[in-house]
């Protein structure tokens, strides 16, 4: 069984740049999640995914949008970038159904604004 | 909305017992988690609590109170390896729309030292 993989680890952009960041869910879930974690901070909830529809999101405006696949793989993607866009992204994957609707995160990737 | 407190930091000896205390408010609830994070590492999932009471997992305890709005978990006889971050999430009552959004507190950074 795989786990949540994500792509790229770290990445550097400038203000006003756009970025992807892609993410694989763990084998044989169907739903994912994408937050940002500021340094010393808790994860935030950007968004939910789930048949390839956003079906929940957090505070955060439209210039942060995202997919998903088939695969249930996904990406996120922030468009005119700011300074405080820089943190952490991390995926979670997740079952709907059964279970404690646990999240599984990625490692995440490190995005630096500059 | 949701608000989740947390204290920031703490310290415990190796071999000792320590609490890491939860407080929160919220308008719906379905549950409530705590994860462990490693500094530059994703956030893993430690125990989850639905019902008031204790939920015992090994060294690791989680403790339940919905009508006072307070959980903790209990880590007992320390290792240096659990030196981590502890982080309190909410998830609020299930809308119908799927969502599984957890809203995290900033964390406990616990300390073990020999």
Known sequence: ETGVTQSPTHLIKTRGQQVTLRCSSQSGH??????????????????????????????????????????????????????????????????????TGELFFGEGSRLTVL | GQNIDQPTEMTATEGAIVQINCTYQTSGFNGLFWYQQHAGEAPTFLSYNVLDGLEEKGRFSSFLSRSKGYSYLLLKELQMKDSASYLCALRAAYSGAGSYQLTFGKGTKLSVIP
């Open chain 1, 30 to 99: 169907n739903t994912v999640s994408w937050y940002q974690q500021a340094l010393g901070q808790g994860p935030q909830f950007i968004f939910q995914y789930y048949r390839e529809e956003e079906n929940g999101r957090g505070n955060f405006p439209p210039r942060f949008s995202g997919l998903q696949f088939p695969n249930y793989s996904s990406e996120l993607n922030v468009n005119a970038l700011e300074l405080d866009d820089s943190a952490l992204y991390l995926c979670a994957s997740s079952h709907r159904t059964g279970g």
